[in-house]
T-cell receptor
Framework: GQQVMQIPQYQHVQEGEDFTTYCNSS?????IQWYKQRPGGHPVFLIQ?????EVKKQKRLTFQFGEAKKNSSLHITATQTTDVGTYFC????????????FGRGTSLIVHP | DGGITQSPKYLFRKEGQNVTLSCEQN?????MYWYRQDPGQGLRLIYY???????QKGDIAEGYSVSREKKESFPLTVTSAQKNPTAFYLC??????????????FGAGSRLTVL
């Protein structure tokens, strides 16, 4: 079945440093979504990417979708303590059902 | 406010007992889902339903059962057949989607501990 791999599992940064998490799929995706889960909370939708090579920005967050639509990344510039949480990518297989498959997530720890 | 309500938030049960987790949504979404979250495992799909009176098994359906008698409600029963039921359970809903993906709205979760 479809697999979505996400790395790293954990990332410690000093406040102000940049952070990147990577997502790779074993199959071509029709789109990819990103969610954030704060400690003790539930996942909250951040963004969806649909087009090959698409790049979207939300303030300090930059999301990219690969040209082959098999990989994606989330980059945070100048992290803040409010960025702490686990970031999940979720890919929907091209030609498959509409159900996204989640990666295992990357937990970001920001040290003040 | 529109949203998803899960109850109870915390639940303790003895081994061998069935437990039912409630999930109600007032977003008028057609599709509903149950995920299980364990540390380091991400979100694994247990069951989903895209329409009333119909549901499909996800990746880890063994030991679980669901029903979808109303659009707003999608309860999950964790049966005694589930070998390792202690986990955080998340319910979600979405529109059926026409763009090739369903954007999920999650409830706050139910944490089940089996003693």
């Amino acid at each position: 079945g479809q697999q979505v791999m996400q790395i790293p599992q954990y990332q410690h940064v000093q406040e102000g440093e940049d952070f990147t998490t990577y997502c790779n799929s074993s199959t071509t995706l029709s789109n990819i979504q990103w969610y954030k889960q704060r400690p003790g909370g539930h996942p909250v939708f951040l963004i969806q990417l649909v087009k090959s090579g698409e790049v979207k920005k939300q303030k300090r967050l930059t999301f990219q979708f690969g040209e082959a639509k098999k990989n994606s990344s989330l980059h945070i510039t100048a992290t803040q303590t409010t960025d702490v949480g686990t970031y999940f990518c979720a890919g929907t297989r091209s030609g498959g059902s509409y159900i996204p498959t989640f990666g295992r997530g990357t937990s970001l720890i920001v040290h003040p | 406010d529109g949203g998803i309500t899960q109850s109870p938030k915390y639940l303790f049960r003895k081994e061998g007992q069935n437990v039912t987790l409630s999930c109600e949504q007032n977003l008028n979404h057609d599709a509903m889902y149950w995920y299980r979250q364990d540390p380091g495992q991400g979100l694994r799909l247990i069951y989903y339903s895209q329409i009333v009176n119909d549901f499909q098994k996800g990746d880890i359906a063994e030991g679980y059962s669901v029903s979808r008698e109303k659009k707003e409600s999608f309860p999950l029963t964790v049966t005694s057949a589930q070998k390792n039921p202690t986990a955080f359970y998340l319910c979600a809903s979405s529109d059926r989607g026409s763009s090739g993906a369903n954007v999920l709205t999650f409830g706050a979760g139910s944490r089940l501990t089996v003693l």
